[in-house]
């Protein structure tokens, strides 16, 4: 199957209804990423890319505001328009124009969800300005930390990030600046960032940035390393409440897993499809898919089976859960 820059209408624990972009158009993720985080639910990254020269399938404006132009007459209530797909959204050159465009055609909002790796940079500022809202992940203040999670490209520095979100809030373009605190587990002694002296550090660091909103996450997906596992609900309340202390309930979001949302209403046009791009950039559950994607689990049944007899995707476990992932050759 192709893979789609527009790959529809999604339900999303912090977003609510959101109809995605990617800015590449190869279905080869492999190749356009410049970290490698343990906690990827796309799995393992075998080689980082160091800039957006290197970026392979890069997308035009002109193919995603045609994109918009066609899908958005197939989904009401929506909530956002969000840059995010299966690669980081800023290596593409083209996202400030990409923004630009879509305003021209849609009042919805605009998102875009980034890794934070080129923040440090005036035109990638200038071109995450042009949206609503930018979530940036941040798993640390420390850089042994911060590498050990993120696995960054060699020339990217945590100081430089905290530095470019320090600037990139003080934007005035700028609507919105959301901080997504990505908190890891292990089986094994590193990395691990629920520690007091993580929270104490993040807490500095992000007291210097000054995020409209903080959102306080852990892993909710089959992630790359077998040894990362998910910080426990009771740890996760506990930092979200040390957070709201020092920066007001109205501004920490805590996203726990199962938070439901009322769905999108939408068209289908092939329904085996969108599934299987869904799972594409990202794994899930066969409820998952049903509510994202608004489709009747007595449709999607048949559809899952076609999709593991052909190959396509297989069936993975990740602590008692059954999620859905694209296979690999």
């Known amino acids: 199957m192709t893979k789609r820059i527009i790959y529809g209408p999604i339900l999303s624990r912090r977003l609510g209804r959101s109809l995605g972009i990617d800015v590449i158009k190869t279905p080869d993720t492999k190749k356009n990423c410049n970290f490698d985080c343990v906690y990827c639910q796309l799995g393992h990254v075998s080689k980082k890319i160091t800039g957006n020269a290197k970026l392979k399938g890069a997308v035009s404006t002109e193919e995603v505001v045609e994109g918009i132009r066609s899908y958005r007459r197939n989904i009401d209530n929506l909530d956002y328009i969000t840059f995010s797909g299966t690669c980081e959204p800023t290596l593409n050159p083209l996202l400030g124009e990409m923004i630009k465009g879509i305003r021209k055609i849609s009042t919805h909002p605009v998102c875009v969800i980034t890794n934070s790796s080129l923040v440090g940079s005036e035109e990638v ?40 979100l320090k600037e990139l ?90 938070v439901k949302r009322s769905r999108s209403v939408m068209k289908h046009g092939n329904i085996e499809e969108e599934v299987y791009d869904l799972i594409l950039r990202r794994p899930c559950t066969f409820k998952q898919i049903s509510a994202s994607l608004g489709i009747d689990k007595k449709e999607l049944k048949p559809i899952i089976i076609d999709l593991i007899s052909s190959k396509k995707i297989k069936e993975t476990i990740i602590c008692k859960d059954k999620y859905y992932r694209i296979s690999t050759k």
């Open 125 to 164: 500022r200038e071109s995450l300005a042009e949206a609503d809202l930018v979530v940036a992940t941040l798993v640390s203040g420390y850089e042994e930390s911060f590498r050990a999670i993120n696995r960054p490209a060699e020339d990217i520095r945590l100081e430089n990030i905290i530095n470019g």
């Open 169 to 258: 809030k003080r934007m005035e373009k700028l609507q919105k600046l959301g901080i997504e605190i990505m908190l890891v587990d292990a089986t094994i002694d590193f990395p691990v960032n629920h520690t007091e002296k993580e929270i104490e550090r993040l807490k500095e660091v992000l007291i210097a940035i000054d995020p409209d909103e903080i959102e306080i996450l852990t892993v909710s997906r089959p992630p790359a390393e077998d040894y990362i596992v998910p910080v426990p609900e009771e740890r996760l309340r506990q930092v979200a409440l040390e957070f709201e202390k020092e920066f007001g309930k109205e501004r920490v979001k805590l996203v726990l897993k199962g």
